[in-house]
């Protein structure tokens, strides 16, 4: 399968915030085509990432202030992190309303870059791609890594999944279509995904 992107990229001067977690550069400006543009934020990758990839990123606006994308509402929960016996991280995830389903934005769009980081790492050492009750991936996977998984499976299924999202943008923008995975699909899926991530 055949990845063709013909965007331009346009680079514009935006924040030259520091790394809590050391000098590493990722690749590109941390965006996910077709979901999420960073425009003037800071890409602030895990240095210290325990997977090949990130899945939940760190966007600096300030060095005081950062946002989570894609957002982990909830996650405290579904990951264990609100009762557990590390008291750090369980204070950690209750204060930035990781621990409700729904956060307060106000509260879980202004993290400090330290506590933001602290926070995805953790959740990246927890992280492991499952069906849930529904037949989705959980937790929620982009595309471009949906896509880039596709390279370590044989299911037609999956691949045909991966063609439709790879048509969904162009030159032009993003079509608003949302392609819902088979269920065979997905069953080939999840362990792809966690393949890509180096998740054993």
């Given amino acids: 399968m055949i990845r063709l992107y013909p965007f331009f990229i346009l680079l514009a001067c935006g924040p030259n915030i520091s790394n809590p977690t050391g000098d590493c550069q990722g690749s590109g ?6 979901y999420h543009s960073p425009s003037g934020s ?21 060095e005081t202030s950062s946002y989570i994308i894609p957002r982990p509402d909830g996650m405290g929960i579904s990951y264990d992190f609100c009762e557990g016996e590390d008291t750090e991280l369980t204070s950690l995830f209750s204060d930035y309303g990781l621990c409700t389903e ?32 529904s037949g ?6 982009p595309e471009d890594d949906i896509i880039a998984a596709c390279a370590f499976t044989q299911s037609q299924a999956a ?3 991966c063609d439709l ?5 162009n030159l ?7 392609y819902i ?11 792809a995904l966690n393949t890509l991530y180096g998740i054993e």
């Fill in 29 to 34: 400006d941390g965006g996910r085509v077709g």
């Fill in 165 to 169: 999202l790879d048509s969904r943008c």
């Fill in 172 to 178: 032009f923008g993003c079509n608003e279509i949302g």
């Fill in 159 to 161: 691949l045909d999944y």
């Fill in 181 to 191: 995975p088979s269920l065979e699909a997905v069953e080939a899926l999840v362990p």
């Fill in 42 to 62: 800071q890409w602030l990758p895990d240095c210290n990432n325990p997977l090949e990839q990130e899945l939940w990123r760190v966007f600096a606006d300030s």
């Fill in 102 to 133: 729904v956060a307060d934005p106000t509260i879980i769009n202004d993290i400090p870059p330290a506590s933001a980081l602290q926070i995805t790492h953790a959740l990246h050492e927890q992280l492991r791609f499952t069906m849930d009750e």
């Fill in 136 to 141: 989705m991936i959980f937790p929620w996977a």
